[in-house]
């Protein structure tokens, strides 16, 4: 008799291809897709928008 394992987590669809998702590349399909999201994270394509609040006070040391 062998026991049923559940997986850790749902099956998703890959982020970059949209294939499924596989355990050993998770939340990816393969190598491929995650080091493609990789090089995107380091050449700057993926990016935090930053908005200034001009209403901030300017500290320059003084009280």
Same mark, same amino acid.
């Given at each position: 008799m062998t026991a049923k394992v559940e997986p850790l987590r749902k099956p998703r669809p890959c982020p970059e291809? /949209?294939?499924?998702?596989?355990? !050993?590349h998770y939340p990816f399909c393969s190598?491929?897709? &995650?080091? @493609?999201d @990789?090089? &995107?994270? *380091?050449? /700057?394509?993926?990016t935090i928008p930053v908005s200034e609040? !001009? !209403? *901030?006070?300017?500290?320059? /040391?003084e009280k």
């Open positions: 291809c /949209g294939n499924q998702s596989v355990r !050993e190598d491929r897709c &995650r080091n @493609l @990789l090089s &995107r994270w *380091l050449n /700057g394509t993926y609040d !001009e !209403e *901030l006070p300017d500290f320059d /040391g």
